[in-house]
């Protein structure tokens, strides 16, 4: 299938690792030019490099998604470098999950800062230039569980229910310039972040991923390459009648659609 993608523009947030990598990796191999950004300029570098050796084409550049001035500074970037935006892809996050009378106001704000005002500032720079240039994708992922918060699972799950409204209101609001909005909710996805975590502890990857599937229908984690899958589809034409709509990729966990 032609997905129309050579040529354009593709921002991906928090591109280093796991699905915003994947996510990347996959856009370039379909002929987009890749901008990507994350906190540490040592794994931005090599990312992009991996690309550019694979055959892609890469912009890379280190910025925090928390801080305004960085997004200003990277998205300008972006357009200097590369001319135009046709697509964002807004994945930065970490999963910060705590019993409500244990977070503070500080680890309330650092996630909202992060996951829905880091969405909300790319967005609002690179409208201007899609509605410019006569539409484009924005892609904001988020969680599935965010349909159905349960307890122990705050700020991420408010967070990420923010970004589910979010794409919904973006979605109407630019529709008439053809500006597609749509968000992919990921549930269990194997990451070097959940990895890391858990070595801490002293648990094996294995182990974690083996007892944690249990409740997963199908029996297994998701790879970052099969969310980059359903990313770059709906980044692209063949997507072209699709926005407003969430995209639940959890293996069939979540009880609603």
């Known amino acids: 299938m032609e997905l129309g993608l050579k040529g354009k523009v593709a921002i991906v947030t928090g591109a280093t690792e796991g699905i915003g990598k994947a996510t990347a990796v996959q856009l370039a191999r379909e002929g987009a030019k890749v901008a990507i950004c994350a906190r540490r300029t040592e794994l931005v570098t090599k990312t992009a490099d991996e690309i550019m050796r694979a055959g892609g084409d890469a912009f890379g550049m280190a910025a925090d998604m928390s801080k305004a001035p960085d997004i200003e500074r990277f998205i300008n970037a972006v357009v200097k470098h590369c001319g135009r935006i046709d697509i964002l892809v ?102 070097g972040q959940h990895e890391r975590r858990f070595a801490r502890d002293g648990i094996g990857a294995g182990e974690y991923y083996a007892k944690e599937a249990t409740g997963i229908p199908l029996g297994r984690f998701g790879e970052a390459a099969e969310a980059a899958n359903v990313i770059v589809f709906l980044a692209s034409d063949a997507a072209s009648y699709v926005t407003g709509t969430s995209v639940n990729l959890d293996g069939g966990t979540s009880g609603v659609l």
């Open 90 to 191: 807004n994945n930065a996050g970490t999963s910060a999950r705590g019993a409500f009378l244990e977070l503070d106001d500080a680890k309330w704000s650092a996630d909202l800062e992060l996951k829905l005002f880091g969405a909300i500032r790319c967005t609002r720079l690179a409208v201007p230039h899609m509605r410019k240039q006569g539409g484009g994708r924005i892609i904001n992922i988020t969680i599935s569980s965010a349909k159905q918060p349960g307890a122990g699972s705050m700020p991420t799950l408010v967070s990420r229910a923010a970004g589910l409204a979010l794409t919904k209101a973006l979605s109407k609001e630019y529709a008439a310039d053809n500006i597609l909005v749509n968000t992919v909710c990921i549930g269990k996805i194997k990451s």
